[in-house]
């Protein structure tokens, strides 16, 4: 049995779906959630905020501790799991729709695993597919936390029980991305309760060939195979609507060609632009929030890059 040492994940966020991946296709970007855990000899689970604060959510919803305890009930369920101190700096909105959630998730699953490999040296650790799997499998889809611990854009698929499957490509820099956040909570499972139980054979037909266009769009890298690329049918109708806050906002966008996916279950968007046009982009949207948003609710805008490494472990 091994002393452990100080262990850092920091975790990237995550726009899910990107239109028409519904629970398949994510993105991570540099935007991050950082956990620094030590392990005092105490014997309670203790998680404070970078400046000595509790969390800003119950024991109860503290999914790294929940995914951290999981991994152990699955790959060494006969070992109680070592209580750890974690410290959480967290950038990411919660229940904003950039992945802050996975970003747990992926920090308290790879956190046992670090675990399983330096304390219990004679217990199996599961391979890397077996761990991809049951890290995509977590909340039920993987599009969100395959992104968050692999990087890249990610295209993910189930195989079986055990196995799944992931293409990584790369997004490409001729094409500016924004996160726009206005400030008011979606809940993901509430959102999922509007979508329907089944849809026609031609909304299934049309997200199959959006999701065609994005295998384009990566290709040939033009804009225009992009904003074709970020139509759905399945979700973001269901999401995005007459009655949603920013709707007329978005219509706006649309006449100037601005491309836009709603990131994960929102509320924030993703806005895409020819890199060329990024800056005069940037001032038209912030003109355009400004004018029609600042009075009725606070937001954010900010130009975002993706992020390729992923979820990086340190040691000290």
């Known amino acids: ?3 452990l040492p100080k262990i850092q994940i920091r975790v990237p966020g995550t726009s899910a779906n990107l239109g028409p991946g519904f629970d398949l ?9 950082t956990f620094s855990f030590t392990f005092p000899p105490i014997e309670e689970f203790v ?4 400046g000595g604060m509790p969390p800003p959510f119950p024991k109860s919803e ?14 060494l369920p006969k070992v109680e799991p070592p209580p750890y ?4 700096d967290l950038n990411l909105p919660l229940k904003g729709g950039l992945g802050s959630s996975a970003s747990a998730i992926v920090a308290g699953l790879s956190l046992a695993r670090e675990v399983h490999k330096r304390k219990f040296l004679n217990d199996i650790v599961p ?3 077996r761990f991809l799997h049951f890290l995509a499998s977590f909340e039920g889809h993987p599009d969100n936390t395959l992104p968050a611990y692999l990087g890249g854009l990610v295209f993910t698929y189930q195989m079986d029980e055990v196995h799944l499957r992931y293409v990584k490509k790369r997004f490409p820099n001729s094409v500016a991305v924004f996160a726009f956040t206005p400030e008011y909570a979606i809940s993901t499972e509430e959102s999922r309760k509007r979508l329907p139980t089944s849809y026609k054979t031609s ?10 266009a994005w295998m384009q769009f990566l290709d040939k890298r033009k804009f225009s195979d992009l904003q074709i690329a970020l139509e759905d049918r399945i979700h973001t109708p269901y999401r995005v609507h007459s009655d949603f806050p920013i709707y007329s906002l978005l219509q706006k966008f649309k006449e100037k060609e601005i491309g836009i996916c709603l990131s994960g279950s929102g509320p924030t968007l993703l806005l895409f632009t020819e890199r060329k046009k990024a800056e005069s982009v940037f001032a ?3 003109l355009e929030i400004k004018t029609n948003l600042a009075e009725q609710m606070p937001f954010q805008l900010k130009r975002i890059q993706t992020d390729w490494e992923g979820t990086k472990i340190s040691f000290f």
Not at 25 to 33: H, R, S
Not at 62 to 69: G, K, P, S
Not at 85 to 88: I, Y
């Open 25 to 33: 296709m994510g993105m991570a970007l540099k935007t991050y959630n």
């Open 1 to 3: 049995m091994s002393k």
């Open 127 to 129: 391979l890397e597919n």
């Open 47 to 50: 998680s404070e905020l970078k």
């Open 62 to 75: 503290d999914l790294v501790w929940i995914a951290y305890r999981r991994y152990f009930e699955e790959f």
């Open 85 to 88: 101190l974690c410290k959480m």
């Open 203 to 212: 909304d299934v037909i049309f997200n199959m060939s959006r999701v065609g």
């Open 284 to 286: 038209y949207l912030s």
